[in-house]
């Protein structure tokens, strides 16, 4: 089957219809198309913008895709409970090396509240909130997707960090991905599979003025722009999600 047999039809123009009201997304105050390639919507932002396809990838791929990307031998990863798993870093995963990061505050360790990994180009090293991530090589669940992306992002990415909520305790605060190796204006696209959970923006210079985005199983969301200089954006904590989701943000690493 060819890659892109496997792209969701699901969102049809139709459907997409439901998500802009007088065209504005959703309750906001942002003008929305749909895109032409009738998957996704663009959302026009002051000092941004945004492409959003709730199901980018039908279920039956994203299924597949969540359990190539936590396969790990001997460990059922739906039924697991890895809050309470020691050494990730240790266990036998087949496809991605999972670790547990962590930052040093006022004198203390904490680990983060979710585990990561990075991939990319051999020379293309990230650093972010003091952590330096030295890149794993590319395999082929990664250069799938990254291929994927191709269409709409016009460009192939050079890295792309994943992010492993394991359950809706899970969750990162308000940051920008504005980084001096990212470039001037980076366009990132997030890639989303498993829970669905809420993402939000913010503007920098006024946190009153928000936007909700859901990111469902299977859905891409791009940003573009020169958000990242004028919006924070977060994934807060939801106690009621059990499940798993992974996150993979796609980057241009620039050195």
């Known amino acids: 089957m060819d890659l892109f047999d496997t792209l969701s039809t ?12 007088n065209g504005k997304f959703m309750q906001s105050e942002y003008p929305a198309h749909i895109h032409n390639d009738g998957r996704g919507i ?5 000092d941004g913008r945004l492409y959003y396809a709730p199901h980018y990838f039908d279920a039956t791929f994203s299924d597949e895709t969540l359990d190539t990307l936590l396969a ?23 496809n ?14 904490h680990d983060l509240p979710r585990l990561s990994a990075w991939y990319g180009d051999n020379d293309k090293p990230y650093t972010y909130s003091g952590i330096t991530l030295q890149p794993k090589p590319w395999n082929d669940v990664l250069l799938e997707l990254r291929e994927a ?8 990415f050079n890295s792309v960090l994943l992010n492993w909520y394991r359950s809706g305790e899970d969750h990162i605060s308000w940051h920008t991905d504005a980084e001096p190796e990212l470039g ?13 959970r809420r993402f939000l923006l913010r503007r920098r210079d006024e946190h009153a003025t928000k936007l909700e985005i859901p990111l469902h199983h299977g859905s891409v969301l791009i940003m573009a722009g020169a958000l990242q200089h004028h919006w924070q954006h977060s994934i807060p904590k ?3 999600v059990k499940e798993d989701r992974v996150n993979l943000t796609f980057r241009m690493i620039h050195t």
Not at 10 to 21: C, P, Q, R, V, Y
């Open 238 to 240: 939801q106690k009621k």
């Open 184 to 196: 001037e204006n980076p366009l990132i696209a997030s890639v989303n599979f498993g829970a669905s």
């Open 10 to 21: 699901d969102s049809n123009e139709t459907s997409l219809a439901l998500l802009i009201h």
């Open 96 to 109: 991605i090396h999972w670790q547990q990061d962590s930052v040093s505050m006022f004198g203390k360790t």
């Open 72 to 94: 790990c031998d001997g460990i059922d990863h739906s039924t697991h409970n890895w809050h309470q798993q020691h050494a990730i870093s240790e266990l036998p995963f087949k």
């Open 42 to 46: 663009v959302i026009n932002v002051p």
């Open 149 to 156: 992306l191709v269409p709409i992002c016009k460009r192939q």
